[in-house]
């Protein structure tokens, strides 16, 4: 599985729940296997850049950035990370044009319009968890009380058990 693995400032700044698309794009991706990769902020004026050996993608991050443009930058430079499994390609090219049309170029930018699907299923599980939260929900201390009831403890003893654990 996916673990992205961001900066604190770029957790902080951008807001964005990295466990969460994590677990998104690994899902949209496929990814069975364990793959790490870093993602932090840039300063450097790109939108975004995978850095190969590093398994890094940096972030160029306004103040007001987007959850959609944060998304759609991982989408294509995790692409690239992949991309490198397969083959090295070369990242030197004579022009903008030579860049643009490269392969793995538009294969990313294929990728990259995922985003908007990909936001959606990020919000939906944002507002499952706000309702879960709002509702007082905790699957666990449900499943602890289901399992109570069939051994035969009533809420009760499993409150007094909760409350005194020794």
């Known amino acids: 599985m996916l673990k992205l693995k961001p900066t604190i400032g770029i957790a902080k700044r951008t807001g964005v729940d990295f466990d969460l698309l994590s677990f998104i794009i ?94 959606k299923i990020y919000n939906t599980f944002k507002v499952i968890e706000k309702k879960k939260e709002d509702l007082g929900i905790d699957y666990f201390m449900e499943l602890r009380y289901n399992e109570a009831v069939e051994n035969n403890k009533t809420k009760q003893q499993l409150d007094n058990a909760t409350a005194n654990p020794n």
Not at 80 to 109: C, G, L, M
Request: hydrophobic content about 35%; overall charge positive.
């Open 26 to 119: 690994s899902r949209v991706y496929n990814i069975r296997e364990d793959v790490i990769i870093y993602v932090k902020m840039t300063k450097m004026n790109v939108h975004a850049a995978y850095f190969h050996g590093q398994d890094t993608v940096k972030i160029y991050v306004k103040e007001n950035c987007s959850l959609r443009y944060i998304i759609g930058c991982l989408l294509h430079e995790i692409r690239h990370h992949f991309q490198f499994q397969i083959k090295e390609f070369n990242t030197v090219y004579r022009s903008y044009r030579e860049y643009f049309n490269s392969p793995e170029e538009v294969d990313a930018r294929k990728c990259e319009k995922l985003t908007t699907a990909v936001c």
